[in-house]
């Protein structure tokens, strides 16, 4: 086991340099000029050379590249030109809000698509098999926008059950001030004890995370039930059912825990399509994550801010899924020599 982590501890470091240089490059190769964008349109040419300077823009790219990599390890991701503050410490405070949101959905995918995966295929051929292989399509196909403007709409404005926008009662900010620890409302709020402000934390939290979950869900239910249908093939399962086990007992006691295998390494690139999809639910909820820092940075040309939102999203890739990869080789030992 060890091995196999050092291993993938290798293989993450080296995505994470690739998407580093490949950013570097691409912010290089991005028209227009960033010492115009920071010091503004209306400054002097003396203005320009010393804020060009101060960028670092007048050396050579393999000064640039190495500087901007040294910088990176040491924490210095650069200043925002549209915030004039420090890349990653803008990040630090909008990013927890949008794990919070995508977590939350990936969760609800995994408790609810899991299951619907093993009625599917214990009931194959069935109508419920095609109940729940037509539901999980529909949340798979249908735009992740689409289904957060309807919920908006019915579940928020009409019914009037659920907040419309924003992440928890900004009159609580009055009555019942958070103190902020990991900046992800809900936890802070739960661990400083601050009922009020947790309350309308999961509340505000229900039609966004549900939008989001849509599509990780119908996904994890359709590779459950097709890992299943797999698994129910082998010889293992043969002998079970020969040995008087029913079928539902074959499928939970020993189909589940080698099925999962295939779930958890989708589970990595259904969290990172998420987070990039939580962009348009953040918009139209007004959430207060890294989507409404990422559109604000692209509309102002914001290329350090942009490449650091790059970064993030990135390196929150490559851990999830080495976390994904130990949860595996967990479960599944066969999956440690690969």
């Excluded at 995918?109 to 619907?116: F, N």
């Excluded at 051929?125 to 908006?152: C, E, K, N, W, Y």
């Excluded at 249908?229 to 020993?254: C, D, K, M, P």
């Amino acid at each position: 086991m060890t091995r196999y982590l050092l291993r993938r501890l290798a293989q993450a470091a080296f995505v994470v340099a690739g998407v580093v240089v490949l950013t570097f490059v691409v912010m290089r190769l991005v028209p227009g000029d960033p010492a115009v964008t920071y010091a503004g349109p209306r400054a002097s040419a003396a203005e320009l050379a010393r804020t060009r300077a101060e960028l670092g823009l007048d050396d050579t790219l393999p000064v640039q590249l190495w500087d901007y990599l040294t910088s990176l390890v040491q924490g210095d991701w650069g200043i925002s030109l549209h915030t004039r503050q420090d890349v990653l410490g803008d990040i630090s405070t909008a990013f927890p809000a949008s794990l919070e949101l995508v977590g939350t959905g990936v969760i609800i995918a995994v408790l609810v698509g899991i299951p619907l995966g093993v009625l599917a295929a214990r009931f194959r051929g069935r109508p419920a098999d095609g109940s729940i292989r037509i539901t999980s399509m529909a949340g798979v196909s249908v735009p992740v926008f689409l289904l957060a403007l309807f919920a908006q709409n019915v579940f928020a404005t009409k019914l009037g059950w659920l907040p419309v926008a924003g992440e928890y009662d900004p009159e609580l900010d009055g009555t019942s001030p958070l103190h902020l620890y990991t900046n992800i409302t809900a936890v802070d709020a739960l661990i400083t004890g601050n009922w009020p402000v947790l309350g309308s934390t999961l509340a505000h939290l229900v039609l966004p995370a549900a939008a989001i979950s849509a599509y990780p869900t119908g996904v994890v239910a359709q590779m459950t039930r097709a890992a299943l249908i797999e698994e129910s093939t082998q010889n293992h399962a043969r002998l079970e059912r020969a040995l008087g086990f029913t079928r539902w007992q074959v499928l939970t006691r020993f189909s589940l825990r080698p099925a999962l295998s295939p779930v958890l390494a989708l589970l990595a690139l259904v969290f990172a399509f998420s987070l990039v999809n939580a962009f348009l639910v953040e918009a139209i909820f007004n959430w207060p994550g890294l989507g409404r820092y990422a559109a604000d940075s692209i509309r102002s040309s914001d290329a350090p801010a942009i490449a650091g939102v790059t970064i993030a999203i990135a390196f929150t890739y490559v851990v999830v899924n080495l976390l994904v990869d130990l949860a595996q080789a967990a479960i599944d030992p066969r999956v440690r020599i690969r």
